[in-house]
């Protein structure tokens, strides 16, 4: 079976999307990204869905899953990428995805996610403290 | 109304509901929708063909090209021969669902289209058809 390829870089997953997924596809993935947290110990997932035409509901409750995932397993997700159109329609069918972080670039989200780690990791007050 | 050109795709596991995708997109391409609007159209195709397919077990799709009063548009019809919907109204209801979706389906795919319709008997089966104008 096909798989969308997940990658390590540092502490961080990496996921472009670039086919028209089917279902069975957009599970496997949900699957393998909690897996990979765990193995690796990454702290943040970055998934790249500039090159998708359409999100439906499917795949929106994939994203969003697979941010809750790696919550419980704390690892921060940002969705970067997503076309207009694309956020119109999801908005109009009903889907703002909430609780899935999202930035318009790959550069900002990984920006945001390393923030985010940053954060975790030195605790936020201490560094506002030291600025 | 007249029918211009007509297909049709079966809709019989997931990645059927991938080709009624491309087959949307396509159509809608040469018909030339703004993006927003093949956007929109090609979510909703998705929509009521895995609705079709979870839970309808299986059918079909027809796209067709129409044209009325010098309008065209996309007419998708999508038909299974499925348990069927008891309470349309409920089932129309964002947040309604039976099965594992976010029960978005139906109701989110009437705000996306134009014109939408249902027919369901329990029993026999569901007809959902949806048209976007240019």
Do not use: C
């Not at chain 2, 919907?85 to 039976?98: H, M, N, R, S, V």
């Amino acid at each position: 079976m096909d798989r969308i390829p997940v990658l390590r870089m540092g502490s961080l997953l990496l996921i472009t999307i670039q086919v028209d997924m089917h279902d069975k596809l957009a599970l496997q993935l949900q699957d393998d990204v909690t897996h990979r947290i765990t193995e690796y110990g990454s702290t943040g997932v970055l998934i790249d869905i500039s090159s998708l035409e359409i999100v439906d509901s499917f795949i929106g409750r994939m994203l969003a899953n697979v941010a809750a995932m790696s919550r419980v397993l704390g690892a921060e997700t940002v969705v970067v990428g997503m076309q207009p159109a694309v956020a119109i329609t999801l908005v109009e069918l009903g889907m703002s995805l909430p609780g899935v972080r999202t930035a318009l670039s790959v550069e900002a989200g990984m920006e945001l996610l390393l923030t985010a780690a940053a954060e975790t990791a030195y605790g936020f007050d201490d560094e506002r403290s030291q600025a | 109304m007249n029918v211009l050109k007509r297909d049709e795709q079966p809709l019989k596991s997931s990645s059927d509901v991938v080709a009624a995708r491309q087959k949307v997109r396509q159509w809608s391409t040469e018909l030339r929708f703004s993006l927003v609007d093949q956007t929109k159209l090609i979510t909703a195709a998705s929509e009521l063909a895995r609705n079709a397919l979870d839970h309808g077990k299986g059918g079909a799709m027809t796209i067709e090209l129409i044209s009325n009063h010098g309008k065209s548009g996309l007419r998708l019809i999508f038909e299974d021969q499925g348990p069927g919907i008891p309470d349309i109204e409920q089932a129309l209801k964002d947040g309604f669902t039976t099965g594992s979706g976010m029960g978005l389906g139906l109701g989110g795919s009437k705000r996306l289209v134009n014109e939408f319709s249902i027919e369901s008997e329990v029993g026999k089966g569901t007809k959902v058809t949806i048209i976007r104008w240019k």
